[in-house]
């Protein structure tokens, strides 16, 4: 664990809360979240009615939120364990993904867009196909590829400089989770 950052009414200490080792996502709000994926090697995906991709191994992280009901764990719980039966782009990628880490934040205020903006710009991630679960707003997209795994702590730097009174990102190992 890299400093603290410790919510009150009316203080916030800066920092990066860590991997969260066998932490619960159990009772989560409503917020934004972050899917680092893992793709050990390339792969040719049917991504629903848009047709055939190509991905390259590497890592991917792919933006969302949850602002309806169950929150946060319902729609986590979602992409942890996949259905076979597909309704967001992500959930076709996630056949031959896994997902290696998970960033997120609870709060009312959605930031989907800024978060995808900003790793797109810290990281100068590429944008393996436009459009991949932004089918609802203007982002070029919630998908971006980069060759390394990407580190929470400059993504938690960058956010708190932009957003000073958000609060923390929380990071979770895929495998560590009580469901």
């Known amino acids: 664990m890299i400093g603290n950052c410790l919510q009150g009414d009316s203080y916030k200490i800066r920092g990066y809360l860590g991997d ?3 932490g619960s996502i159990a009772g989560l709000k ?3 979240y972050v899917l680092i994926l893992r793709l050990g090697r390339d792969h040719e995906v049917q991504i629903g009615k848009q047709g055939r991709f190509r991905f390259r191994a590497g890592f991917y992280g792919y933006v969302g939120s949850a602002f309806g009901p169950g929150g946060l764990t319902s729609r986590l719980k979602h ?3 996949p259905t076979t039966r597909q309704h967001w782009h992500i959930d076709y990628l996630r056949r031959v993904a896994r997902v290696e880490q998970i960033w997120l934040a609870e709060h ?8 995808a903006d900003l790793i797109q710009e810290i990281y100068c991630a590429s944008i393996p196909l436009p459009g991949f679960g932004a089918s609802d707003c203007r982002c070029e997209s919630h998908l971006f590829y980069f060759p390394r ?3 929470v702590q400059l993504f938690q730097n960058h956010l708190l400089n932009r957003f000073p009174k958000d609060p923390c990102v929380r990071s979770f190992k895929a495998n560590s989770f009580s469901r």
Do not use: A, F, K
Request: proline content about 5%.
């Open 30 to 32: 409503s917020g934004t």
């Open 149 to 151: 795994q990407p580190s």
């Open 108 to 115: 009312t205020v959605r930031r989907e867009h800024d978060w």
């Open 79 to 81: 992409h942890i364990n």
């Open 20 to 22: 969260m080792v066998g």
